[in-house]
């Protein structure tokens, strides 16, 4: 499952917020819509977005500057193409997303709120 992150980057100097940038690009972060990085004030500060399968949480842990929010999972599939699903393979998408259970429609709908 891909998962959304959204990453604030946050700095005093413009050399170490262009490290811990360029830190991140092996997750191909991409600037936040609507938003533009503050340059020329102090803290500076970029906005960044991440779509990725990898566990990027372990990366942050112990370094400063960065604010991590995880926004849960990507919706890979609509409601019909869950319908659609072979009972074996819905039941394992849903076990990725930490949802369980035995009726199909109130899986569907955990799903569905936990994904956007």
Known sequence: MIKRYDVSVMCSDSIDLMKKVLALSEYSPSLREKTRPRLTQLPL?????????????????????????????????????LEAMEWEDFKTLCKDCGVGGRDRNTMTNKYLSLTD
Do not use: A, C, M, P
């Open 45 to 81: 500060q970029v906005s960044l977005v991440i779509y990725t399968e990898k566990d990027i949480e372990s990366f942050f842990e112990g370094k400063h500057g960065y604010n991590v929010k995880n926004l849960g999972y990507v919706r890979q599939y609509t409601k019909e193409q």
